[in-house]
């Protein structure tokens, strides 16, 4: 293999994962729906994602040498509310990631196995307008949070569990449920990132319809794009910029009036609006329960 091949390829393994981390593990956005004055919802959940194929720049490739990248995260998140119109949400997750290589490359390359709390997110959720509009109710809400790392856990391997960074995230809600009980809520706004990795702006869309009362589908998507930064192979982590879209299905539902349960699958795409870019080729799934009181 030439030099520059061989080097490339060093990179690849090195930096292909890393941005994949910097979300949320569930990542499908939120929603304008809110708790109500001393209502606490409480979900845990399993989340894996995983990949063999990745995208240096905007080219999909397999990363032979890696195997199949999988990461497993145990997630609680929690919401209460406060007041009708204000949320306080959080989530934090423990989270391991390996590969599926022969051990002596694993040893060779130096990407084993990791397992460690990975990140804290923390913030409001406020509704300061509503109004009827047409065959439903239209909403906006506003969702300042922070994301900090819950432990010094390894953020610069192919098998590191997150970017071991803080953000702080000024998003916004638009949300519009009709009478019959389909709503569509759109979230975006802008992250600031404290460290190498560039500030990105989020889109979230969420729609979903609620079926005789006990099951609710919502189809989303979810796009991030990165505001500059390195390709794979042209600078160092965590530098480089991830782009991606991805598209995914989610349910709920409802065994009782305060029991439920939960699970989604997501996949990403080549993108139309941000094209996939520097980020792992990733299909994943999430189960849970959901408690509310």
């Known amino acids: 293999m030439r030099p520059l091949q061989a080097q490339l390829r060093r990179w690849i393994i090195l930096f292909s994962v890393l941005g994949l981390w910097s ?7 939120d929603t304008g729906f ?16 995983t990949y063999r194929d990745f995208w240096v720049s905007r080219q999909r490739r397999e990363m032979s040498a890696v195997g199949r990248v999988t990461r497993d995260s145990y997630t609680i998140f929690t919401a209460v509310g406060i007041l009708d119109d204000l949320d306080f949400q959080a989530s934090a997750s423990y989270t391991g990631s390996t590969t599926s290589a022969h051990p002596l490359e694993k040893s060779a390359a130096g990407y084993s196995r990791e397992d460690d709390f990975q990140d804290l997110t923390a913030g409001f959720k406020f509704r300061p307008l509503s109004f009827e509009a047409g065959p439903g109710e239209a909403s906006v809400l506003f969702a300042p949070a922070v994301k900090l790392p819950l432990a010094s856990y390894e953020d610069d391997g192919v098998t590191a569990i997150g970017d071991g960074q803080s953000d702080y995230r000024a998003r916004i809600i638009a949300h519009y449920g009709f009478n019959n009980g389909i709503f569509v809520s759109v979230e975006s706004g802008y992250d600031i990132r404290d460290g190498r990795p560039k500030d990105e702006i989020p889109l979230n869309i969420t729609a979903g319809v609620t079926v005789a009362e006990l099951v609710t589908i919502m189809p989303f998507y979810q796009n991030v794009n990165s505001l500059g930064g390195y390709n794979i192979g042209e600078g160092s982590f965590p530098g480089i910029e991830e782009d991606y879209e991805r598209l995914g299905l989610a349910t709920f539902i409802r065994i009782t009036e305060n029991f439920g349960l939960s699970a989604s699958w997501r996949t990403t795409v080549r993108g139309v609006l941000v094209r996939s870019k520097n980020t792992g080729d990733v299909e994943g799934f999430s189960v849970g329960l959901v408690l509310r009181f």
């Open 23 to 29: 979300s949320d593990a569930l990542a499908q956005g």
């Open 34 to 49: 809110l708790r109500g004055q001393g209502k606490v919802d409480i979900a845990l959940s399993f989340n894996r994602d």
